[in-house]
């Protein structure tokens, strides 16, 4: 399985991105995927979930500003992330569930992309 994350990049403070994430080798039919971040000199953190009914799941420091959604038949999943400040700068993650379950999802999933950097400059 390979999860392959793009949209990084440098932006202003207060601007937006969006990440998307594909996945291949198989099917994400079924279950919950989902971003993390990793910022310099900290451990990775939960961003946001996204099963497959699709229920949502964001951290405290996401919630109102990112926006986690999936495309089924296309096995991606995107994390709008708008009002962007200095704190969010970090290398964003893709990650995906091998099987189905009821969570909690911030504590890990099975499978991980390579990461993708988000620059927010003040």
């Known amino acids: 399985v390979q999860l392959q994350a793009s949209g990084g990049g440098l932006v202003q403070a207060g601007g937006s991105l969006r990440l998307s994430c594909r996945a291949s080798?198989?099917?994400?039919?079924?279950?919950?995927m989902g971003w993390f971040r990793q910022a310099p000199g900290k451990e990775r953190e939960f961003v946001a979930a996204?099963?497959?009914?699709?229920?949502?799941y964001y951290s405290d420091s996401a919630k109102g500003r990112f926006t986690i959604s999936r495309d089924n038949a296309q096995n991606t999943v995107y994390l709008q992330m708008n009002s962007l400040n200095p704190e969010d700068t970090a290398v964003y993650y893709c990650?995906?569930?091998?099987?189905?379950?009821?969570?909690?999802?911030?504590?890990?999933?099975?499978?991980w992309g390579k990461g993708t950097l988000v620059t927010v400059s003040s």
């Open positions: 990650a995906a569930d091998a099987k189905p379950r009821f969570g909690p999802y911030y504590s890990g999933m099975d499978y």
């Open positions: 080798g198989r099917t994400m039919s079924g279950v919950a």
């Open positions: 996204i099963t497959w009914t699709p229920s949502t």
